[in-house]
């Protein structure tokens, strides 16, 4: 691919030599024939001393003479599309591996890759170009939508539905049951978890990440969103459209999240909670149960507050530290 055609297809202008581009690198290390960005003005130096065959730059980025620049208004979002034309996506290979099992009354379809040691009960569907690593076990009555990348080790239990170009990574567990169980005569009883797992379009959920069956109902996971490594969603949870979760973080059951909201590494979610659509949470807050988590600034600490006055009880802590030292 040249530059010139990675402009088009970006719908952006080139500016500079329409040389060819075999892959992409860091600034520091790209060579004549990779592709690099340059995020914003204090990489302005480094972006002109790269040896990048092409740039994409933000506006006001003033390249050398002989560098080819792609300018964008939102350097990483576009470099992260120039990477998706750089690295295609293998396609499915359409088959079914002869280890594979599926089941009578299973319906695969003809344009999907089912790999190796792959299991698909009754009553389940697999749409076109949707492919499934190795060790891929999918339950009874379910659906996996099409475009799908199921990575080795991925779980669906009975009846979970799964829309249309969702990835899920190694490990991955969709449809366990959820942690209930109920106090009688002294002992814990397993309260049945007898409802499912909507996955919809678009989705991500990274290695080892876990998502529990409602035990009535519906467990939601939004179009769109994206969740990182050993996230846990606990039993009804409902997840809007484009909330991004880091890692680690747990949410208990009941808990609804607002559309758009941003949840950092670490945190926890006590059960019933709520996030509003758009708030921001910071790695290893604490939400306490039933808690509603207001958007228009940070939430931090725990129990999780606004971002100013967890900062102001910080600075108390340490004038009261720097008092005790005296």
């Known amino acids: 691919m040249t530059a010139t055609d990675l402009a088009l297809s970006l719908g952006l202008p080139l500016e500079g030599p329409p040389g060819a581009l075999t892959g992409a690198a860091p600034l520091e290390s790209a060579t004549a024939s990779e592709l690099s960005f340059v995020s914003g003005e204090a990489f302005f130096a480094a972006g002109r001393a790269s040896n990048a065959g092409c740039l994409i730059a933000p506006l006001g980025f003033q390249p050398r003479d002989s560098q080819s620049v792609i300018r964008s208004q939102s350097p990483r979002g576009t470099f992260a599309q120039a990477l998706a034309l750089l690295y295609p996506e293998r ?26 040691f792959c299991s ?11 492919r499934f690593a190795a060790g891929v076990h999918v339950g009874k009555d379910c659906r996996i939508g099409a475009h799908c990348t199921l990575h080795s080790g991925v ?32 002992k814990w009883v397993k309260f049945p978890q007898v409802g499912y797992v909507s996955i919809e379009d678009d989705v991500e959920i990274g290695a080892n990440s876990c998502v529990d069956r409602a035990a009535l109902g519906v467990t939601r996971i939004g179009g769109g969103t994206k969740l990182d490594n050993m996230v846990h969603v606990g039993h009804n949870c409902d997840i809007g459209r484009n909330v991004v979760v880091a890692a680690q973080t747990g949410f208990s059951g009941g808990v609804t999240v607002g559309d758009g909201a941003i949840i950092g590494g670490q945190v926890g979610v006590g059960d019933k909670a709520r996030i509003e659509a758009g708030a921001v949470i910071g790695s290893g807050s604490g939400i306490l149960p039933s808690k509603i988590v207001r958007a228009g600034q940070p939430q931090w600490g725990t129990p999780a507050q606004p971002l100013r006055e967890y900062l ?14 005296e």
């Open 312 to 325: 102001k009880q910080l600075a108390w802590v340490r004038r009261l530290a720097r008092k005790s030292g």
């Open 120 to 130: 698909v009960g009754a009553g389940s569907s697999v749409g076109s170009q949707t």
């Open 91 to 116: 396609p499915a290979v359409a088959g079914i591996h002869p280890s594979a099992v599926i089941e009578a009354g299973a319906v695969i379809d003809s344009q999907a890759e089912i790999g190796a």
């Open 155 to 186: 779980v669906i239990y009975d009846r979970t539905r799964v829309g249309d170009r969702v990835v899920l990574h190694a490990g991955c567990v969709v449809g366990a049951d959820g942690f209930g169980f109920a106090p009688q005569d002294g």
